[in-house]
């Protein structure tokens, strides 16, 4: 066996100051991948934006209110917003309301050109 306080041959020294280079050069890869995973989680926790909105408590209801004499033609929804594709009188319109409350956010009515 040899001595723990002679220096090492100058090969053997290389080697090892090889074998540490490698060392730093992979702890700095992965430390680089670590913080790119937790940026990525981090970045869609604080901008996620949320799900599908509750239905009202028991007891209350939302509720939207349509012209007299009006018949849904079709819906979409998307977005927040709830659109209604109706027809009043032979006009057709577009009625959009908010996802959870209900609440009119406008009213289009498509007309043909005269």
Do not use: N
């Amino acid at each position: 066996m040899s001595d723990p306080h002679t220096p090492p041959d100058p090969q053997a020294a290389a080697a090892i100051a090889k074998v540490k280079r490698l060392m730093l050069v992979a702890s700095l890869t992965t430390l680089i991948a670590l913080a790119a995973v937790f940026g990525v989680i981090g970045y869609r926790v604080f901008h996620w934006q949320g799900s599908a909105p509750l239905p009202p408590p028991p007891g209350q209801s939302a509720e939207a209110t349509l012209p007299a004499g009006a018949k849904v033609i079709s819906t979409a929804v998307g977005d927040g917003h709830v659109v209604l594709t109706v027809e009043v009188d032979g006009a057709v319109e577009l009625l959009s309301f908010d996802l959870r409350t209900l609440r009119p956010l406008g009213r289009v009515r498509l007309a043909p050109k005269p």
